[in-house]
């Protein structure tokens, strides 16, 4: 049964750094294709960015440059290193493995100005 375990969020100011961790096991196939979304209040989930198996990283316009995502595969840990934060950034962080419908609980990620 695969099962995603965010850790890491907190409470930040802006301009401040985090890193959200995913922690996955389960997973028939490793390195898996991982996502991290985002939900912030009263909007819908919103795609962060993605690694892929090729070795492929991508991100969302609103983060590129202050976000960055990385694997660690001996502990099947993926990571999602967010610098330069901003009050547009709080949200629920969420990780997903790509084709699939496992997610996991969610992180909350606060910057306050």
């Known amino acids: 049964q695969v099962q995603l375990v965010e850790s890491g969020g907190g409470l930040v100011q802006t301009g401040g750094s985090l890193r959200l961790s995913c922690a996955a096991s389960?997973?028939?196939?490793?390195?898996?294709?991982i996502g991290w979304y985002r939900r912030a209040p009263g909007k819908e989930t919103a795609y962060v960015g993605s690694?892929?198996?090729?070795?492929?990283?991508r991100y969302a316009d609103s983060v590129k440059g202050r976000f960055a995502i990385y694997i660690d595969d001996p502990k099947n840990t993926i990571y999602l290193q967010m610098d330069s934060l901003r009050s547009e950034d709080t949200a629920v962080y969420y990780c997903?493995?790509?084709?699939?419908?496992?997610w996991g609980q969610g992180t909350q990620v606060t910057v306050s100005s």
């Open positions: 389960g997973i028939p196939f490793w390195p898996a294709d």
């Open positions: 997903h493995l790509i084709g699939t419908d496992s």
């Open positions: 690694v892929y198996r090729t070795g492929e990283v």
